[in-house]
C-alpha cells in the first residue's frame, strides 16, 4: 500500500486545500452561482450567496487504489 495523495491546490482566498476534511463540515459548490459552501449536518441544502437548493460535493484529492484478482 502506498500514501495518500495530498494536493496542493488551494482554495482561492481562504488558503484551505478544496474538497479537504473541514472541521465541522463538508464542501459543497452551488449549481447555479459556484460559490463554494460548507455545509454542517444540521444545516439546510441551500447556498448561502444565492438561496439554490442544488448543491455539488466536492470531489476529493485523495488518490484510492484498489486490488484486483
Known sequence: MSTPYTSSKFNSGSGTP???AT????AY???DCGQLNIIKGSDP?????CGFRILYKIRT????????R
Open 23 to 26: 472541521i465541522g463540515g463538508v
Open 18 to 20: 478544496i474538497g479537504s
Open 61 to 68: 484529492k485523495r488518490l484510492t487504489q484498489y486490488e484486483a
Open 45 to 49: 441544502v441551500r447556498c448561502r450567496h
Open 29 to 31: 459548490r452551488c449549481g
